[in-house]
C-alpha cells in the first residue's frame, strides 16, 4: 500500500523559514507525482497553494515556495507569518487517476 | 468567481447509504473534474474519487466498492452515494473542483455523522 510521509509538526519563529517535505514509499518524489500543497486553518476547508511541484495559485503569497529537495517534494515558507500557522497537507498522484494525501504537519509559529 | 456547496443529510444511519450532492455556481461545470475528498474529525485529509463533466468516473482503491459519482450538466451538480457506512465514515465531506490543478477550488465541506 502507498504511503505518503510527512513531518507531524514544525515549529518556526515569526520571520523565519521552515520547509516541509512530502516523501513516498515508493520511492524519490518527482515532478510526475504532480506535487501539490494546501493549508488547512481550523474550522476551515483546505486552501491550494502549490500545484505541479513548483506553480502558485493567484492567491498564494508570494513566501510561499515549492520545489523538489533529495528525492521529496518540498513547501518553503520565508519571512514566515503568524498567519501561516495551520496545518499543511501534500497530494501526490499515482497514474491512473489515483491520488495520495499526505498525513499533514503542523506548523506552530512561535 | 466559482463556489461549491455541498448539501445533503448530516446524519446517516449505519448500513445505509450517504448521499451527497455539490452544486456549482459561477462557472461552467463542463471542462473539468469535479472531486470528493473526506476528513474525518481530528484526522487528516483522504481522496475518495472524482467525476468528470462527461461521466468519466475514478474512485480510491480502498472505497471503490461502496461509491459511485455521477454528474449533473444540466443542474450544475454532481454527486456522491456511499453504501453500507459504518462510523468510520464520519468525517467532513468536500467537494472540490480540479483537486490537483491551476483550477483547484474547494467547497466548505459537510459534516456527515454516521451514528455507534
Known amino acids: 500500500q502507498t504511503v505518503v510521509t510527512q513531518e507531524p509538526s514544525l515549529t518556526v519563529s515569526p520571520g523565519g523559514t521552515v520547509t516541509l517535505t512530502c516523501a513516498s514509499t515508493?520511492?524519490?518524489?518527482?515532478?510526475?507525482?504532480?506535487p501539490n500543497w494546501f493549508q488547512q486553518k481550523p474550522g476551515q476547508a483546505p486552501r491550494p497553494l502549490i500545484f505541479?511541484?513548483?506553480n502558485k495559485h493567484s492567491w498564494t503569497p508570494a513566501r510561499f515556495s515549492g520545489s523538489l529537495l533529495g528525492g521529496k517534494a518540498a513547501l518553503t515558507l520565508s519571512g514566515v507569518q503568524p498567519e501561516d500557522e495551520a496545518d499543511y497537507y501534500c497530494l501526490l498522484y499515482y497514474g491512473s487517476g489515483n491520488y495520495v494525501f499526505g498525513p499533514g504537519t503542523r506548523v506552530t509559529v512561535l | 468567481q466559482v463556489q461549491l456547496q455541498e448539501s445533503g443529510p448530516g446524519v446517516v444511519q449505519p448500513s445505509e447509504t450517504l448521499s451527497l450532492t455539490c452544486t456549482v455556481s459561477g462557472d461552467f461545470i463542463s471542462g473539468y473534474y469535479w472531486y470528493w475528498i473526506r476528513q474525518p474529525p481530528g484526522k487528516g485529509l483522504e481522496w475518495i474519487g472524482y467525476?468528470?463533466?462527461?461521466?468519466?468516473?475514478n474512485y480510491n482503491p480502498s472505497l471503490k466498492s461502496r461509491v459511485s459519482m455521477s454528474v449533473d450538466t444540466s443542474k450544475k451538480q454532481f454527486s456522491l452515494k456511499m453504501t453500507s457506512v459504518t462510523t468510520a465514515d464520519t468525517a467532513v465531506y468536500f467537494c472540490a473542483r480540479d483537486m490537483g490543478g491551476e483550477k483547484g477550488h474547494w467547497g466548505q465541506g459537510i459534516l456527515v455523522t454516521v451514528p455507534s
Open positions: 515508493t520511492g524519490a518524489v518527482t515532478s510526475g507525482y504532480y
Open positions: 505541479d511541484t513548483t
Open positions: 467525476v468528470h463533466y462527461s461521466g468519466i468516473t
